[in-house]
């Protein structure tokens, strides 16, 4: 059973939860459900998770706040899962460092196929994206904790990133003032997974400015070469 993935389903529908764990126990995942964002802290803190499956609508902590809160500590992936018509909290929830998102109603299949995408880019980052050899990587005033996964603003405020935004920028200041083509940045995020489900650099590169309050109609930090691709302009200082 070590070998197992072992997926967190936290959604308050009983029917959902068993529907779920059946599903994806029957396709070789070993399944904890729970109701509430109590719950879910019980089952973190009992063992080793490999991904979230996060409803937003709970009672008590909803799942925005649980996911915000999660990912300011882990950097364990996320699914969020969303019963509302409009984009609002499937935005809100990627911005709060979910890795994905399903709308309700979904089928069990298409979060099996989505669940597989995101454990499999998590264990393929390349060997200069693991977190263990630099500590901290300071640029423009902002600090990637690499331990933690997040960026510490010039004022001290810590802001989560989603696992794809963390890629991204781990790989920029990996590669500072060097122009780095759309097809290079996949293939340096992502390997050779890419697929269907992958949401374009250009509005990862647009997330990334937004949460470095880098202007996009003047960027200083992520430029945009025409024709080329992107690059970090600024310095890059590490901490080993």
Same mark, same amino acid.
């Given at each position: 059973?070590?070998? *197992? ?12 939860? !068993? ?26 803190? /009992? ?11 709970? &009672?008590?902590?909803?799942?925005? $706040?649980?996911? +915000? ?20 909290? #499937? ?10 998102? @399903? ?8 979060? @099996?196929? #989505? ?5 499999? +880019?998590? #264990? ?6 693991? &977190? !263990? !050899? ?24 810590? *802001?989560?990133?989603?696992? /794809? ?5 781990? %790989? ?9 083509? #759309?097809? !290079?940045?996949?293939?340096? $995020? ?26 996009? +109609? ?5 430029? $945009? ?8 302009? %600024?310095?890059?200082?590490? %901490?080993?």
């Amino acid at each position: 059973m070590e070998n *197992t993935d072992h997926i967190l389903i936290v959604d308050d529908d009983a029917e959902i939860r !068993q529907l779920l764990s059946s599903y994806l126990t029957r396709n070789g995942l070993r399944v904890t459900a729970v109701g509430d964002g109590v719950a879910m802290s019980r089952a973190l803190g /009992a063992g080793q998770i490999d991904l979230v499956v996060l409803d937003v609508m709970l &009672p008590g902590d909803d799942g925005l $706040t649980l996911c +915000r809160d999660l990912r300011a500590r882990s950097d364990v992936p996320i699914i969020m899962l969303t019963a509302r018509g409009d984009e609002t909290d #499937r935005i809100v929830g990627l911005e709060m460092g979910a890795d994905d998102y @399903l709308p309700k109603p979904f089928s069990p299949r298409e979060l @099996l196929a #989505r669940i597989k995408v995101i454990l499999r +880019r998590a #264990r393929s980052l390349p060997r200069n994206l693991r &977190p !263990q !050899q630099v500590r901290q990587v300071s640029f423009a005033g902002w600090t990637l904790d690499n331990e933690h996964r997040h960026l510490l603003s010039p004022k001290g405020v810590v *802001t989560a990133l989603s696992g /794809a935004e963390y890629r991204l920028l781990h %790989v920029f200041l990996e590669h500072p003032n060097r122009v780095l083509s #759309r097809d !290079q940045l996949l293939d340096l $995020t992502q390997g050779r997974e890419a697929d269907a489900l992958d949401r374009s650099i250009d509005v990862l590169v647009s997330r990334l400015r937004h949460r470095i309050d880098d202007d996009p +109609r003047d960027p200083a930090v992520i430029k $945009t070469v025409r024709g080329e691709g992107y690059v970090l302009a %600024v310095p890059v200082e590490e %901490v080993h």
